[in-house]
């Protein structure tokens, strides 16, 4: 059976994806890349076969290695594009964590040496590929909800300022790139992907700069507060927020927030003619019946409806929750590992293309750049 031999850049969230890659039977784990060699032998030894997984300190050497087919990279933003250009340049797949670059300019570059290099080229969105918001997409696709006119979307930490890398807190980091970047793809993504035509933010920063809001990488109450040595190099958002209009004249509202005096919610809400839901937990709010296309859909996620009155109910509002379709997010690791494997090796469409890592990019650029200037940025020049 043949195999694809990827390789694993970047052992922070390069271990979620990198497990998930081990998984596959199709799918082999052959390099680690990183700056520190103790992070990387610490994770080859939870990988199959850990003696034989070459470690690499550096890139460009990995890159020139003829056995390594595809590369996960899990690097901080600024370094996604010079790393996934490299890659390319050597015809390996490429699997990149979002968000695709600290850029508009350098996500185009990589979208457009990736495609021309005619490789597999995905972003890894571990909320898009979760159930719950696959579940809500197939319910989209089936025209429960009529058309999604509009839409909100949340990320809010309450303390939750990465304190291990300065990539996230220096220029090209922030908030909205990190969390942000999240729920906006999948949100956009249950509205159909649309073509966003403006947008205007607000963001800024309101406990970085001062050393408050910070969490550690192994728990969120390992770290109270970090050293100035750090947080005096902050220079990102710690929050943001905006409203995203479409050519078809829908919606969506969108923030995020690393800290906050606000109890931690990731969330996306959806309002349709015919229905609507949230994402977390799944919930479908309609006016009963239920057509029988939710429950059939809900089976071949694993999930089972359930509502208060019976899902017969006619002319009276259900609010219809789903019973197992919560998974650990491992789970959706899995997923995307999977749909990578596949399109390498079976020819099967991507779902998720650096295109839309570029789109996404766009409308969070013009989110950020609309806070800086105060003004709306319109999006379709």
């Known amino acids: 059976m043949k195999k694809v031999r990827v390789a694993v850049v970047g052992m922070g969230i390069g271990r979620p994806n990198g497990l998930a890659l081990a ?6 784990v052959v390099a680690l890349c990183d700056l520190v ?8 030894a939870l990988l199959p076969q850990p003696d034989e997984i070459r470690l690499y300190t550096d890139f460009d050497e990995l890159c020139r290695n003829r056995e390594i087919d595809a590369i996960f990279i899990g690097t901080p933003n600024q370094l996604h594009v010079p790393m996934g250009l490299k890659a390319v340049k050597h015809d390996k797949h490429v699997l990149v964590t979002k968000p695709l670059a600290d850029s508009v300019e350098a996500a185009e570059r990589l979208v457009k040496a990736a495609e021309a290099a005619g490789v597999v080229n995905m972003m890894s969105l571990s909320t898009r590929f979760s159930a719950e918001v696959r579940y809500m ?8 909800f009529g058309e999604i006119y509009y839409a909100r979307a949340r990320s809010i930490r309450r303390n939750g300022i990465p304190a291990w890398n300065n990539g996230f807190i220096r220029k ?8 942000g970047v999240h729920v906006l793809d999948s949100a956009w993504w249950l509205l159909g992907k649309p073509l966003a035509v403006s947008v205007t933010g607000v963001a800024g920063a309101r406990f970085g700069p001062r050393g408050l809001g910070f969490f550690g990488r192994k728990a969120p109450d390992e770290v109270a507060s970090a050293p100035e040595s750090y947080y005096s190099q902050f220079a990102a958002d710690d929050y943001a927020g905006g409203f995203i209009r479409f050519e078809d004249g829908r919606a969506l509202q969108v923030e995020s927030f690393w800290a906050s005096h606000q109890p931690g919610d990731v969330q996306i809400e959806l309002f349709g003619e015919e229905a609507g839901a949230q994402v977390r937990p ?9 057509p029988a296309s939710v429950v059939e859909t809900a089976k071949r996620f694993g999930a089972k409806p359930q509502a208060g009155r019976g899902l017969k109910d006619e002319g009276r509002p259900l609010d219809i929750t789903f019973d197992g379709l919560t998974e650990e997010r491992s789970k959706a690791w899995n997923t995307i590992a999977d749909h990578f494997i596949e399109c390498i090796l079976d020819g099967v469409p991507c779902e998720a293309p650096l295109l839309h890592g570029l789109i996404v990019q766009e409308m969070m650029e013009g989110l950020l750049k609309s806070a800086e200037s105060g003004e709306e940025v319109r999006l379709d020049g």
């Open 137 to 144: 997409g197939a319910l989209a696709q089936l025209g429960t």
């Open 282 to 290: 799944p919930t479908l709010y309609t006016n009963g019946p239920v």
């Open 172 to 179: 090209g980091g922030g908030a909205f790139r990190d969390m």
């Open 37 to 44: 060699e103790e992070s990387m032998t610490d994770f080859a």
């Open 23 to 28: 998984s596959n039977p199709r799918a082999e």
